[in-house]
């Protein structure tokens, strides 16, 4: 069992073997972080607690290597007035680094719509930030692999 309720779950390589692995977000009060690792043909025991304060109420998560060491790492983005936006990063022990680094501040606001990928081709993952309504505008913000490792 696994991703229950409103639980967001997502897809990437956590722990950097080349499989994709599942991790689910319970958001809300505990704001729990579970990963089911890949052994290629199914996924291995029982998810695993890898954050226990990360991804909270209706915050947004997203998945990419966003410090370019092979590891996928999470993401979240607040929204609302403050837009934050806060990174965790994937450890060797089979957990999420610290409470999370401010990766942004003023970065996808209200109902705007986050999305993570690698826009300029370096092996970073990038955020970008659709604003959607009258506007349309599309906005990117880069990874700066030196100031996050």
């Known amino acids: 069992s696994f991703c229950y309720g409103t639980e967001i779950p997502l897809v990437g390589d956590f722990n950097g073997?080349?499989?994709?692995?599942?991790v689910t977000f319970t958001r809300g009060t505990n704001a729990d972080v579970f990963v089911a690792i890949s052994n290629g043909s199914s996924f291995v025991g029982t998810a695993q607690k890898w954050h226990d304060s990360f991804c909270y109420g209706t915050e947004i998560p997203l998945v990419g290597d966003f410090n370019g060491?092979?590891?996928?790492?999470?993401?979240?983005?607040?929204?609302?007035?403050?837009?934050?936006?806060?990174?965790?990063?994937?450890?060797?022990d089979n957990t999420f680094k610290g409470t999370g680094l401010k990766a942004h501040d003023s970065f996808c606001y209200g109902t705007e719509i986050p999305l993570a990928g690698y826009f300029n081709g370096d092996r970073s993952c990038d955020i970008a930030t659709f604003t959607r309504g009258t506007a349309?505008?599309?906005?990117?913000?880069?990874?700066?692999v030196d100031v996050v490792k």
């Open 69 to 92: 060491d092979g590891k996928y790492d999470i993401l979240t983005f607040t929204r609302g007035t403050t837009a934050d936006v806060f990174v965790a990063f994937s450890s060797y």
């Open 136 to 144: 349309g505008d599309v906005f990117v913000a880069l990874a700066k």
């Open 17 to 22: 073997d080349g499989k994709d692995d599942i």
